[in-house]
């Protein structure tokens, strides 16, 4: 069975330009979650999608954060403009689960966006 | 909401030495507890996780963990450790809608 895919797996931008990441969930996945974790510190959530609508996005800066799961499949987040402070690693994660309840969340490898 | 808190940010062991790793929950129904694993450059793997029943539980490349109820603890355990388990560790705890939320880590490094 695939993983959790994502791409690009690293991207570096002058701050104030804008950048996608894509995230393909694991077949079958019915919920996706966008995560950013800066260095040193744990995987913060951003955004949580059930098939392709929000759960939960409670935590995403919506001024220049933006995203997406078009056809419930995969999903791609949008920083515009960006800042320093989102230099980070962003990470994907699918979970089978179809209800609001706990489950096991896979993960990808996640894309190292640094901004300079 | 939850929140976890790993004390320590950074251990180093021997090879062939236990391991312990500490987390503390807070939460005000019952806590859904998982261990995650990070080596450098990748995402995050599963060790294990608790949901009910039997509070000590077994999960991949020989760890476990307790879950004490009244210390609001889920430490991690192995009891030999091997110089591959040297990765960064994430304790999280999620909530009944699937909330997760995951503490800063602890950072593992295994000596020779």
């Known amino acids: 069975e695939a993983g959790v895919a994502q791409s690009p797996r690293y991207k570096i931008i002058e701050k104030r330009q804008s950048v996608a990441f894509w995230c393909n969930p694991i077949s079958g996945h019915a919920t996706l979650y966008w995560y950013q974790q800066i260095l040193g510190q744990g995987p913060k959530l951003l955004i949580q999608f059930q098939n392709n609508g929000v759960v939960d996005d409670s935590q995403l800066p919506k001024d220049r954060f933006s995203a997406e799961r078009l056809k419930g499949v995969d999903s791609t987040l949008k920083i515009q403009p960006a800042k320093l402070e989102d230099s980070a690693v962003y990470l994907c994660?699918?979970?089978?689960?179809?209800?609001?309840?706990?489950?096991?969340?896979?993960f990808g490898p996640g894309t190292r966006l640094t901004v300079l | 909401a939850q929140s976890v808190t790993q004390p320590d940010i950074h251990i180093t062991v021997s090879e062939g030495a236990s391991l312990e790793l500490r987390c503390n929950y807070s939460?005000?129904?019952?806590?859904?507890l998982f261990w995650y694993v990070q080596s450098p450059g990748q995402g995050l793997q599963l060790l294990l996780k608790y949901f009910s029943g039997d509070t000590l539980v077994q999960g991949i490349k020989g760890f476990e963990a307790e879950f004490k109820r009244s210390q609001s603890s889920f430490n991690l355990r192995k009891p030999s450790v091997h110089w591959s388990d040297a990765a960064e560790y994430f304790c999280a705890v999620g909530a009944s809608n699937n909330d997760m939320r995951f503490g800063a880590g602890t950072r593992l490094t295994v000596k020779p």
């Open positions: 939460y005000g129904a019952t806590p859904y």
């Open positions: 994660a699918s979970s089978p689960t179809r209800t609001r309840r706990v489950d096991e969340q896979f």
